[in-house]
């Protein structure tokens, strides 16, 4: 079955061509433009979106050597997500299908992230469990089988990767701040400042990451006191990103370590942006190892957004039977 996904959920446009689940295309463009507003502006988002979604498509079919005629399916994300970003994709999806006459599959886009590890061999195994964390999510789950999942926790507060953003931006770093924090904490000294780890209370598998942006924010501004207003040097910068990097990254791995011990999955897997840092790929890892449950961190293309995700659902979702009306809406707050 040749499935054709779309994701345009935030800023990345992407479409991937995928053949029983094995990926022969992913089209990933990552839209630059928001960097100069520190942050992703959604009425800008819409109009790349609309700019990109033909060429990337094109581009996910040439890739891929097939014609669209040859498509099984076309899946798209439905959301959640920035309502304007979802509509494009939405919207190009239906009528493609439409003048295809092919089945249309609306895919969860935090679904697809759940089941991202499937992308790759060695694949997860059942029951899994699997770690969500992106700039807009950050959700513990327990899946059993295929589509039959259950939320152990989620954030109460800030999302992982928007901890991360907005650090950044206290710190002047730059957008998106997680790249430019786990890059200095690599130079950095992670017990500089002991920030809180917000664990809340034992079989509490819930997140809560704004006290810890408060405590940045809280120590930059008596270092400034202190020294009179003027800059933090090189260093200084170095060390608190690698004491926040430390304090989050030590967060997450605690949650899972719970899930775990009270689950006993027979693997872990980790998907959303913040799953490229550095320091939480290692910590999982050791994790792993610690515990003989077998860690699935797949490349970081299928960790970020991407249509190749999309398309894996879409795929599991066509075969299933699950196909969608021609009534599909694009939905912005859709839970998992
Ligand atoms: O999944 P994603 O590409 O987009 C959505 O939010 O859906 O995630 C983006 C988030 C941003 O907050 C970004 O700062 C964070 O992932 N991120 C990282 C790293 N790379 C990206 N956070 C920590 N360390 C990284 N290396
Ligand atoms: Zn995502």
């Known amino acids: 079955m040749l499935v054709l996904g779309i994701e345009t959920s935030c800023d990345e446009t992407s479409a991937a061509v995928l053949q029983d689940g094995r990926v022969l295309s992913n089209v990933i463009s990552s839209q630059l433009i928001h960097k100069a507003y520190g942050g ?43 309502i304007g970003a979802l509509i494009v994709g939405v919207n190009f999806a239906k009528s493609f299908a439409y003048a295809l006459q092919k089945p249309l599959i609306a895919v969860n886009h935090l679904e697809a992230h759940l ?28 899946v059993r089988s295929p589509f039959d999942h259950q939320i152990l926790g989620e954030t109460r507060d800030d ?22 924090v786990d890059a200095r904490a690599k130079l950095g000294d992670p017990a500089f400042v002991g ?21 940045v924010l809280y120590w930059l501004r008596r270092k400034k006191n202190d020294v009179g207003g003027s800059e933090l040097t090189e260093d200084e910068l170095n060390n ?14 605690e949650k899972c370590a719970r899930g775990i011990d009270s689950f006993r999955p027979r693997c872990l897997t980790i998907a959303g942006g913040v799953s490229a840092n550095s320091e939480l790929r290692r910590r999982i890892g050791d994790l792993g190892k610690r515990t003989g449950v077998r860690v699935c961190v797949p490349r970081m293309e299928y960790c970020t957004d991407n249509g190749a995700m999309i398309a894996l659902v879409g795929w599991m979702k066509a075969s299933a039977g699950m196909i969608s009306t021609m009534e599909l809406d694009a939905v912005a707050g859709m839970s998992l």
């Not at 979604?53 to 005629?69: F, M, W």
């Open 195 to 215: 920030f809180p780890r917000t664990l809340l209370s034992v079989g509490d598998y819930d997140f809560s990451f704004s006290g810890i942006k408060t405590s």
């Open 40 to 82: 992703v502006v959604p009425e800008l988002a819409s109009r790349a979106h609309l700019r990109l979604i033909i060429p990337v498509v094109d581009e996910a079919l040439k890739h891929a050597g097939i014609r669209p005629a040859s498509l099984d399916g076309v899946a798209v994300t439905s959301g959640p997500g920035l």
């Open 240 to 253: 608190v990103c690698a004491s926040f990097q430390t304090a989050v990254v030590d967060v997450l791995v």
């Open 115 to 142: 089941y991202s590890g499937f992308l790759e061999a060695p694949q997860p195994e059942y029951p899994f469990l699997s770690l969500i964390v992106s700039g807009g999510h950050t959700q513990l789950v327990l």
């Open 159 to 180: 999302a992982a990767g928007e901890a991360f953003d907005k650090v950044a931006k206290m710190l002047g770093l730059g957008f998106p701040g997680g790249p430019l």
